[in-house]
Each structure stands twice: as C-alpha cells, then as structure tokens.
C-alpha cells in the first residue's frame, strides 16, 4: 500500500529488534554527543581567543567544527529518544528538517575537507608563497562556497525525496531519515531518485576524495625530496591529522550513500551510518587536538597557564 495522502510522521527502526543493545547505544551516543559539545566548542573557543590560531588552517578547522556542532545537534537528540523509550516516531516536519540541515552539512563538509587538502597542499609545497595565495579574504571565500554548494545540493536533493510514494507502514530501517532509507521506503519507481543520488554520490563524494588524494599524493613527492628531517616531520604533522579526519569521513559516508542493494550491506550501512553521525564529529577535535601543539598551547593560555609547562 502506498500513503499518498497529507504527511505523516515516519517510524525509525534503528535497533529496535536488539532493545538490549539499544541501552548500550543510548549510553555511547550520549557520551559521543557530550564530547562532541565540548571539543568542537573548545575548538571554536580557542580559533577565535587565541591571536596565534588566527591563520587560515584554524579558520577552516573553526568551520568544521561549528559544522560538527551542527551536524550532531540535528540528529543526536532524537537518536537518544528513539533508543532510550518505546517511541521510534518522527514527524513529517522532523524529518523533513533533519533530512535537508544533513545533506546541507554533509556536501559542506565534502567540500570544506577538499579545501582544506588545498590549503595544506599550499603551505607544504609552496610555503613562500601560501600568505600572498591563501590570504584571509580567499579562506572566507571558500568557506563560503562551500557552505553555498551544501545548501544548493540540499535544495536540490530533498524535495524529489521527500514526495516520493511512501509505503503505508511508514518504517524507516535507519537511526535518522537520510535520503537512501526513504528512497528504500518508497513503494512508487524510484530511478530519477536513485540516478540522482548517484550523480552526486560522484560530484561531492567521489571528486572530492580523488582531489584530496591528488592533493596529498604532491605532497608526499614534495616532503621526500625534502633533506632535511625536521622539515619531513613537521609536514608530516602538518598533514596528519587532516588526513585521519578525511579517511574516518569518507570511508563511513561512501560505505552509507554508495552500499550496494543487499540486505547485510543494510545492515552493516547501519553501523556506519552511525558512526558517520555521531563517531566522526566526536574523533574530528580529538584528532587535531591530541596531534596539535599549537591547539594544546593555546588551551593552557585559555587557562592562564605557561604553555611550555603545560605544553609537556
């Protein structure tokens, strides 16, 4: 039966046939989501207070942080409602709402993490030159363009999603309403949704990740001609921890937006869904944290404390 009457809301399945692990779930989220909150916030906190952070690579970090922020936000609250009681619904408007805010901050960040390899591909292979080319004014441009081609993609990707034909029961086999679980959920021919999501798939995942790999696949030739070790390891460290984050991103989103039509692939796109909703935004400031020096001494300065001493 197809319901193709005035909106209602959806049924989100998630785990819901493991209600013990669901109780695992609510307790991994919640504390994922409380340090999702405090890192991107400490991130954004220290980008902006801190005079020695206002270059380019902490501008771009600051907005992916702030997108993480956002991104986490979306979800996350009723992720922990639907885990935590018996209710598994979401309302039309709900998840009209979390569909377009995600496919905004998922092609954004697609992008920004693209402008980002650009950014280190500059400082690492042309670092005489990276003040005159990535000057204040271009990052602000990038970013904007970025978050420009999100919201064009979601305005573009959402509305034929979300007046498709859906099945009466109205269940949802995902955590959150993404546009493959409703284009499953659809009982009328889904070829221009499908098609359409394969294109972007190809736009904003595919190209991008090729050009972060170009990007990166310079700079490796670049750091080994370097002579000088000191030289090797600081590019290393310049370029680790984003490539971490690109890796941890693209390998959860490719394995949601471009699985295979099977039922363990569904399955298993679960977990990674998961993952690419909740673990990534919470890894993201560890990672540049945990790696960064100039982060860690800008955080004992916030406290008023000696960086060298609280550096070490």
């Known amino acids: 039966m197809v319901n193709q009457s005035s909106p209602v809301g959806f049924l989100l399945l998630g785990f819901s046939e493991h209600p013990q ?40 970090l600051s907005n992916l942080s702030f997108l993480d922020l956002c991104f986490t936000t979306t979800c996350v609250p009723q992720m922990l409602f ?37 950014d280190r591909y500059v400082a690492v292979c042309q670092p005489l030159h990276y003040a005159t080319i990535i000057h204040p004014r271009l990052c602000q441009q990038l970013a904007g363009v970025a978050w420009a081609i999100g919201l064009v993609q979601s305005i573009v990707q959402i ?5 498709l034909p859906f099945c009466s029961h109205r269940q ?4 959150l309403c993404e546009v ?4 499953r959920l659809s009982c ?48 290393f460290g310049t370029c680790s921890s984003h490539l971490i984050v690109v890796t941890l991103f693209y390998s959860s989103v490719i394995a949601v937006y471009l699985q295979p039509k099977n039922p363990y692939a569904q399955e298993r ?20 944290t945990l790696r960064n020096k100039e982060v860690k001494r800008a955080f004992w300065r916030l406290l008023g404390k000696d960086a060298a001493s609280g550096g070490n």
Not at 172 to 175: A, R, S, T, Y
Not at 180 to 183: N, R
Not at 202 to 216: N, Q, T
Request: some cysteine; charged content about 10%.
């Open 180 to 183: 493959p679980s409703l284009i």
């Open 21 to 60: 692990l669901e109780k695992v779930l609510f307790v991994v989220v919640l504390c994922s989501y409380i340090l999702t909150l405090l890192g991107n916030t400490l991130i954004l906190l220290l980008s902006i207070l801190d005079p020695r952070l206002h270059s380019p690579m902490y501008f771009f």
């Open 172 to 175: 949802i086999d995902d955590f």
């Open 159 to 163: 509305p034929p999603t979300l007046t």
């Open 188 to 235: 009328g021919d889904t070829t221009f949704n499908e098609i359409q999501l394969s294109v972007a798939g190809v736009i904003f995942l595919l190209v991008p990740l090729s050009l972060i790999i170009v990007s990166y696949g310079v700079i490796a030739r670049a750091v080994l001609k370097t002579n000088s070790s000191k030289g090797r390891r600081k590019a």
């Open 269 to 288: 796109g679960k977990f990674f869904g998961l993952f690419y909703a909740v673990g990534t935004p919470t890894l993201n400031p560890l990672v540049y």
């Open 82 to 118: 639907n885990l935590w009681g018996p209710s598994k619904t979401i309302s039309f408007l709900g998840c009209s709402v979390q569909l377009f805010i995600f496919m905004l901050l998922g092609t954004t960040e697609c992008i920004l993490l693209t402008v980002m390899a650009f």
